[in-house]
């Protein structure tokens, strides 16, 4: 039985989504917290795939997004699979009373998600969505980039946007 693409990019998005929201990490005055905890005033969402309605959209918002691919089989037989995928976490920052703040939230924001990656070899792969097990390893490549992106509309969660962009190689042994 081979191993099916639409599969490895279901799971490959869950397994960077659960990586996101429980890994914790440091740094000036952080000391060991994730995500979540570190952002909780608001409350930081953590979500996957693009917002349907950024007009309904609480903020602050991380959105992870992949390509995705029509089901193909990857291989047959024992055999090394090797399948990149292409990331981007599309932030959303606000949700404060003053423009400074937001400004803060959304650097800060992005600046902590470049770090967790860079200081991240590889994120472990769930193929389901219980996360107990991890079957396979997801590799994080060298080039991990990030960029504010200007405001398109009058909606508080265009206003602070950013993107952080990375690649994950699937590597799965068959032998």
């Known amino acids: ?42 409350g930081l969402n953590i979500v996957t795939g693009f917002p349907d309605a950024l007009e309904k959209m609480d903020v602050p918002t991380i959105a992870i997004d992949s390509e995705s691919t029509s089901r193909q089989e990857i291989t047959f037989g024992s055999t090394i699979h090797e399948q990149n995928f292409d990331f981007v976490i599309h932030g959303f920052a606000g949700g404060h009373t003053s423009d400074n703040k937001n400004q803060l939230q959304r650097d800060q924001l992005m600046n902590d998600i470049i770090g967790i990656l860079e200081e991240t070899d590889k994120i472990d792969y769930y193929k389901d969505g219980s996360f107990t097990s991890a079957d396979s390893d997801l590799v994080l490549g060298e080039t991990i980039t990030g960029r504010k992106i200007p405001p398109t509309s009058p909606l508080q969660a265009e206003k602070y946007r950013f993107e952080v962009g990375f690649t994950v190689q699937f590597i799965k042994s068959d032998g």
Do not use: E
Request: hydrophobic share 30%; proline share 2%; net charge positive.
């Open 1 to 42: 039985m081979g191993i099916y693409l639409d599969d490895v990019v279901t799971n490959t998005s869950r397994s960077v989504y659960y990586f996101l929201n429980n890994q914790t990490y440091s740094g000036a005055g952080i000391g060991g917290r994730t995500l979540k905890s570190r952002f909780n005033d608001p």
